[in-house]
């Protein structure tokens, strides 16, 4: 480097290093939005985690039962209503039939014989049909 170089190239530096402050002071200023990553991590070891798993197993287990519980209701629904469609087949009936109704449904549950008194009824409710509709037409 020739000595007239020098403040040439001291000026130059100069400027630059003014530059670079110049530029950092405006970031400064206004500093640059930066990303943020979020990471979740679930630990069964975490008490939260831990309780929500408890609870929401809980609930599943409380669902199910009381799902069993309205399925059987709705079974027992069934069955009381075939009893009396069958009850107004023999057009009432006597104790004796109304214990063996309650063996056939409740204690000793048949179902071969729950399907016969179905079809009994059914083609008794099929019956009646076709009279009211012969005595609508009649009219």
Not at 81 to 87: P, Q, V
Not at 115 to 136: C, F, H, T, V
Request: with cysteine; aromatic share 10%; charged share 25%.
């Amino acid at each position: 480097m020739h000595l007239t170089e020098e403040p040439k190239f001291i000026g130059k530096l100069v400027a630059s290093v003014l530059t670079m402050l110049r530029e950092w002071q405006e970031q400064k200023g206004h500093p640059q939005p930066q990303e943020q990553i979020h990471r979740h991590s679930f630990d069964i070891k975490s008490s939260k985690v831990f309780t929500t798993v408890v609870a929401v197993s809980f609930l599943c287990l409380v669902s199910l039962v009381g799902n069993y519980f309205l399925w059987q209701s709705k079974q027992q629904y069934k069955d009381d209503a075939l009893k009396f469609r069958i009850i107004r087949v023999w057009r009432g009936c006597s104790p004796k039939e109304i214990l063996w109704l309650n063996d056939v449904f409740d204690i000793h549950r048949n179902e071969k014989t729950i399907k016969l008194i179905k079809e009994k009824a059914d083609g008794y409710d099929l019956q009646l049909k076709s009279k009211a509709d012969s005595l609508m037409q009649n009219k």
